[in-house]
Structure formats: C-alpha cells, structure tokens
C-alpha cells in the first residue's frame, strides 16, 4: 500500500534531535541564552539590526502591532488571501481592520485597490495606522510600490513574511528581500513545522529599528521589567509597567530553531528544484488544458506551490480526486472576510481578485524532504485526473 504524501512537512534530522537534547540536559529550558543565541542569528541572516523571537507566527504579528502602538483608534490593511492572524491581531488590539483585494494570478497585494481603499477610507490620521502586505506562497510582496503609496496617506508597513525566508524581487539594480525591512518598519516570521524553519511553534518580529525590538521585547514578557538596582539592594525586584503577555519562546524551541536557520539555504535550495520540476511537467498539455501554474521567478522562496484551475468546481473536485489516491492538498486561503466571525461582525464584502483566486487555488504537495518519486506520483495522479476532467 502507498504512503499517503502530505501537502507539508518538516524536516528534522539528527542533528536537530541532539540540539534540543542539549537544553533538555542543560540548566535552562525556557530563558536561557538559546533565545538570544537564535534572535542574534536570525538579525544576521535577514541582514537586520534586530529579531525578537517569540511563541506563534500569530504572536509575532500580535506584538509588531502593539509595540508600533495599533489600538483602538487604528485601522489595519489586510488583503484576505491570508491566514486570519494577520488580520485577527489588529482585532486583539481593538482597533479596525479593512481589506484591500489581491492580484487574481499572484494572490498578492494589489496595489492600486490599496491606493483606492486608502483614498475612499476615512482613517484618524493622528493614529498609528498599518499596512500588513503578505508574501504569499514565497513570492515577494509589492513591497516598495506599497510603501510609496502608504507614505503619501499616512500609514506605515509590516510585511507578513512568514512564507517567504529567503525570497527576493527580481529586479537585479535595487533587489529587495524578504525580512530585510528595507520598506518596512517590521517584518514577522512563523516557525510552524510546513514553514520554512520549524520549531513546533514559534515566530519572530525581525526590525531595524531597536527602540521597537526593546518595545516588543517588553511586551512579550507581560510588560515586566527590572529597574537599576544601585547597590545591588533588591536584585530580586522587578514591576509590571504594562499589560504585555507570555510570549516567550523557550530555549527548547529556539535549539531546535538554530539548528533548522543553519539548514535554511539548503531547504530553500530544495524547494525551488521541486517546484522548478513542477514547472516543467505542468506546464504542457494535457495540464494546461485546464490549469495555470504560479508565475516563478529566480527569487521565489516556494512555501507553498499552487495551481489554479480554470473552471469553477475543478479545483473541488481535484482535491477530492487526491486525498481519495493518498495525496493530500490544501487551499490557500478562504479569504478573510468569508469566516463566519467576520461576517457577523463586518459588512458582508466581496473582492473580486479575491474571490476569482480562492475559487481556482489548490495547493499541491511540495516540501524539502519531498523526494522526486513522490513528486512524479502526484504528477501522474494529477494527469489521472485531468484526463477524466476533459
């Protein structure tokens, strides 16, 4: 009987194993240095001044809002084809979220709907006001377009990059990358297992901006801190100055972290032979009588790989077609504004870019330990299927 093959997985390897073996023998398991260990080399990889480790992709966004001081009086941008957090922590901070529609090939941002929402919105131009473009699927976000459209409103950016380590435009004379916050005040990371570096959980706030990084900081530890102890009188004291949270991440996760950032390269490497692979099979005939392919370019990071079917209902089907042959595939995303809890509480909205992309996407199995004949299996059962489909 065949091995079913996942859409997502993680690679861990020996020397994963015996990294977080060490904290686990070691005197420290959460606190210790292996967090800072791990932010110092992430600031490092990304090619930032600072990165704050914390629990969840979804805290990171969480704390990135609050430490640019997001509230009640703020109103957050976010293009629906995306995991909810990075709407819902706009929601955690109280303050109003809108949606701007997203390229109907690409799924990313669509610029010139931002431009439109921002001059049709009315917004506290004294508050602090955020867009939070994604990076979806491991393509760069229009970053530097955004951010010349938010600067004339008013607004500041937080890339959503927690599909994208590694990924980067394709203009050569002024290439941007991923995480690198060259357009943004902040850019947040996911350590998921189907992410690009897996902690079981976990995420980062990566900035350049150090009065930030110390807010942030501040905040992922309920708002605690030690004043300056002359004499050291009380070395034991310490005060809550504000409401913050306990999103820590420990010293167990942050090892394993450090040991899957030194592999990072390697798994990207993989991702982009895989996915260049798909490309070349699913690009001709019988496949392109009923499916487009993602637009790939040297500097796409592959979280994810998704095809588009070019009948309504196809995608379904397919999917259905997979799971029932072991092959299991997902759909990126349900566009925000569909969950039930925003419906009940947002106007009922709908984005055509959006809505044509979250009809077509399907995303098909691809990951780093995925091996080219389990590739060649879904390319076969995908042929299988259309096939029968035309």
Not at 27 to 36: I, M, V
Not at 69 to 94: D, H, M, Q, R, W
Not at 154 to 172: C, N
Not at 224 to 244: M, V
Request: aromatic letters at 10%.
């Amino acid at each position: 009987m065949l091995k079913d093959i996942p859409y997502s997985r993680q690679w861990i390897e020996e020397q994963d194993i015996q990294s977080v073996v060490e904290i686990l023998k070691s005197d420290y398991l959460t606190q210790g240095p292996a967090g800072e260990v791990f932010e110092r080399s992430l600031a490092t990889y990304f090619g930032v001044k600072r990165a704050v480790v914390c629990s969840s992709g979804t805290a990171a966004l969480h704390l990135a809002y609050a430490g640019m001081g997001v509230n009640e009086k703020s109103l957050g941008l976010v293009p629906p084809i995306t995991f909810a957090a990075t709407a819902n922590a706009f929601l955690f901070l109280n303050a109003e979220v809108a949606f701007c529609d997203v390229d109907p090939v690409t799924g990313l941002l669509a610029t010139e709907n931002l431009e439109s929402v921002m001059q049709e919105k009315s917004f506290d131009n004294s508050a602090v006001n955020l867009v939070a473009p994604v990076s979806y699927a491991g393509a760069l976000a229009p970053l530097r377009e955004s951010a010349k459209i938010a600067r004339r409103f008013g607004f500041s950016l937080v890339e959503d990059a927690s599909h994208s380590p590694g990924a980067w435009s394709e203009e050569e004379e002024s290439r941007e990358s991923s995480g690198a916050c060259e357009h943004t005040q902040a850019a947040t990371l996911s350590f998921h297992p189907v992410k690009h570096i897996c902690c079981g959980e976990g995420g980062a706030v990566l900035t350049n901006d150090d009065e930030l990084a110390d807010r942030i900081t501040h905040l992922r530890s309920h708002g605690i801190a030690r004043p300056n102890d002359p004499g050291g009188k009380r070395p034991w004291f310490y005060e809550q100055t504000e409401l913050g949270w306990n999103y820590r991440l420990t010293d167990i996760q942050s090892a394993l972290g450090i040991a899957q950032l030194a592999r990072l390269d390697q798994f990207i490497e993989r991702r982009r032979i895989l996915a260049s692979r798909y490309q070349k099979y699913l690009s001709t005939a019988p496949f392109s009588d009923i499916l487009s392919l993602p637009l790939a370019n040297p500097g796409h990071a592959w979280h994810i790989y998704v095809i588009r079917f070019h009948k309504t209902g196809q995608r379904d089907k397919a999917h259905l077609f997979l799971k029932e042959r072991g092959i299991h595939s997902q759909i990126h995303y349900v566009p925000i504004y569909r969950h039930p809890y925003y419906e009940r509480h947002f106007d009922k909205v709908r984005f055509p870019g959006a809505e044509t992309f979250y009809e077509s996407c399907l995303s098909i199995p691809l990951f780093p330990k995925m091996t080219d004949s389990e590739q060649d299996r879904v390319v076969e059962t995908l042929a299988d299927y259309v096939e029968q489909a035309r």
